[in-house]
């Protein structure tokens, strides 16, 4: 079997990719990443040396070069987690995410036509869905819920899910979809929530929360979210979309508060912000198709995982603190200057 997984260096895509190439150590598996701000070849310094793991470094955009790995690399399987990912980004300026995320996913489902696959599997998530209103606690995204997008971000992946799932049905390519919810763990990229609190925090420095900080999200573990994609790509039915998610909603003011106390730190550094404009209320996944299809189970519950992922923070600060330091260190200043 060999694979090509896109996205690799970045936050879930690395965590992926360790799971695939320790698990499987008779898959071939290469790497695709165009390494932008996000993607980080530390994040694999675990797998890098196994004999079963290549890098390739390229644009899913650039359709010459995707033919040309394709005709040369004739994979059986092809994971696509490679997007520009966060909300905000998309906000000030959506282009790249047509770019990456609508074009790119084309691109690579053209190649999978000429070429043949197994199996194509997009990674997706649950903000395509749009949110849910918090006085209805009773109400889930099923896989069944009308697309309904809210930023920049969320449209550019519903445009990708429906050309997935429109090459399914026009062209008979063998895909798969998954909409996972809000990850957390080890490789997660400090421009998002819970990074960043972290970071923010053991510096001592103010901590932004938008709005009241009152919006739900539904916390996954980053190594759950890998176990539901290896189970649906080797189980999982083709054309069929599966939502991941365990269960594990919190506010956001209530995941940094639970983020200080275990770093011993107050209460005192929150700081109300100006709210991020369409901003998601809530989400929620119902993951009953996963779990009675597939039999998944997340094995992390919130408060343990996050336990473990702030223990990560403070083991690899050498990790967060070089990010912190090049490219990315004008980043705060720069995104958060109106809001603060
Ligand atoms: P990330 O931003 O950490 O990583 C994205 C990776 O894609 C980076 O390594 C980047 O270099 C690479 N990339 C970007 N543009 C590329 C291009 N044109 N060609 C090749 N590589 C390119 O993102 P993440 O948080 O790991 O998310 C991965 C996927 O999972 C995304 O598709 C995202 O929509 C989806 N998702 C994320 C979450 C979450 O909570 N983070 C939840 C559900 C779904
Ligand atoms: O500084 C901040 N302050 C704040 O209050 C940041 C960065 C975020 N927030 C809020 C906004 C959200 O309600 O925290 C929540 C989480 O924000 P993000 O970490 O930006 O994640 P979110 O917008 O929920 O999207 C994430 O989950 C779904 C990923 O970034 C997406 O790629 C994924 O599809």
Same mark, same amino acid.
């Given at each position: 079997m060999k694979m090509i997984i896109t996205g690799g260096a970045g936050f879930i895509g690395s965590n992926f990719v360790q799971h695939m190439v320790n698990k499987y150590p008779d898959y071939q598996v290469i790497n695709l990443d165009l390494l932008t701000y996000a993607?980080?070849?530390?994040?694999?310094?675990?797998?890098?040396?196994k004999p079963n793991y290549k890098f390739i470094k390229g644009d899913i955009a650039d359709r010459g070069f995707i033919f040309n790995l394709f005709e040369k690399e004739k994979p059986d399987m092809v994971v696509n987690f490679a997007a520009e990912s966060h909300v905000?980004?998309?906000?000030?300026?959506?282009e790249c995410f047509v770019r990456t995320n609508v074009m790119g996913t084309t691109t690579l489902l053209d190649a999978c036509r000429s070429y043949g696959i197994k199996r194509y599997h997009q990674v997706s998530t649950d903000e395509v869905y749009g949110d849910l209103p918090l006085d209805r606690p009773d109400l889930f995204f099923t896989e069944e819920t009308p697309l309904h997008t809210s930023s920049p971000y969320s449209s550019s992946k519903a445009s990708a899910d429906l050309f997935v799932l429109a090459y399914h049905r026009t062209y008979g390519l063998p895909v798969t979809v998954s909409r996972c919810s809000n990850n957390y763990g080890p490789y997660h990229f400090p421009e998002k929530l819970i990074p960043l609190i972290i970071s923010r925090a053991l510096a001592d420095e103010e901590l932004p929360v938008y709005g009241k900080g009152e919006n739900v999200r539904d916390w996954l573990?980053?190594?759950?979210?890998?176990?539901?994609?290896?189970?649906?790509?080797?189980? @999982?039915?083709?054309? %069929?979309?599966? +939502?991941? @998610?365990?269960?594990? %909603?919190?506010? +956001?003011?209530?995941?940094?508060?639970t983020i200080l106390k275990a770093l011993d730190k107050p209460e005192s550094l929150i700081r109300f912000v100006t709210d991020r404009p369409g901003h998601d209320m809530r989400y929620a996944i119902d993951p009953t198709k996963i779990e009675t299809e597939l039999g998944w189970k997340p094995r992390y519950h919130f408060d343990t995982g996050i336990a473990q992922t702030i223990q990560w923070y403070l083991d690899h600060q050498d990790w967060w603190k070089n990010i912190l330091s090049g490219e990315y260190s004008n980043y705060f200043d720069k995104m958060y200057a109106s809001r603060l």
């Open positions: 993607g980080n070849l530390e994040n694999l310094k675990p797998v890098e040396e905000d980004r998309s906000i000030a300026d959506p573990h980053v190594a759950d979210h890998c176990q539901a994609i290896d189970l649906i790509i080797h189980n @999982g039915r083709e054309g %069929e979309v599966y +939502n991941i @998610g365990g269960h594990n %909603e919190r506010t +956001n003011l209530e995941v940094v508060k």
